[in-house]
């Protein structure tokens, strides 16, 4: 059986109804919790898939130099690990945000601002030839929960999938490691939680109740659209799913 390793960033944002997407096609998942204690591997050998959640700390180096979480430089070699050795990654929120530093991409705090709540998407011309995006709709439903922003997509990265306000939600490097800048795991438990005494909702003067309410109404919508996309990750990762690499690679070059 094919195994998933998935890096449990903060306590407050669980597998959620992702897990339950891609154990439904036959996916194990091995969950690390560094933030309880648990070591990361030091490489992907044995999984056949790595998933990286979100979280409360940020990506770049706080004022005194040191990471945002001690396990994050680690976390970023495997993430480097994993595009190099095309292990398929689906990273979310922190995790895109992670993806994207450990290529030397750039995070910061957003200067449009947080962005929470229900949202829409637009996907780029560039997903009609990706194996995951292809079929997802032009402007899909998503959740927001996040202060900071990938202001400056690594080299050679795909961006996928835009927005107004922060342009850079959706993108892959290489052709198997996934960031999304939104949330797609989340149950309305969850999205309780995360309202529930939050400093980013008083700030903004949102009605944490509204703002809950709001995103249930969407979970069905969101669920249509990131179930069969986490089942498409999940055949991928199961040798499953035809990505059209080996295509890519046996195509001649120019000029032979």
Known sequence: MATALVIENDPSDELGRLGEWLTETGLELWVVRPHAGDELPADLEGYAALVVLGGAQQAYPLPDGSPGAPWFPALEGLLRKAVRHR??????CLGAQLLAAAHAGQVERSPSGPEIGPAVVGRRDAAEQDPLFRYVPLIPDVLQWHADE??????????LAASTRYPHQAFRLGDRAWGLQFHIECDAAQIARWAADSTALAELGYDPELVVAACEAVLV????VWQPFAARFAALALGELDDGSAARRSLPLLGQ
Do not use: F, Q, S
């Not at 292990?87 to 979310?92: D, Y």
């Not at 990938?150 to 961006?159: M, N, S």
């Not at 919508?221 to 249509?224: G, K, L, M, P, Q």
């Open 150 to 159: 990938i202001t400056e997509l690594p080299h050679g990265a795909t961006l």
């Open 87 to 92: 292990v398929p990654t689906l990273a979310i």
């Open 221 to 224: 919508d969101i669920e249509e």
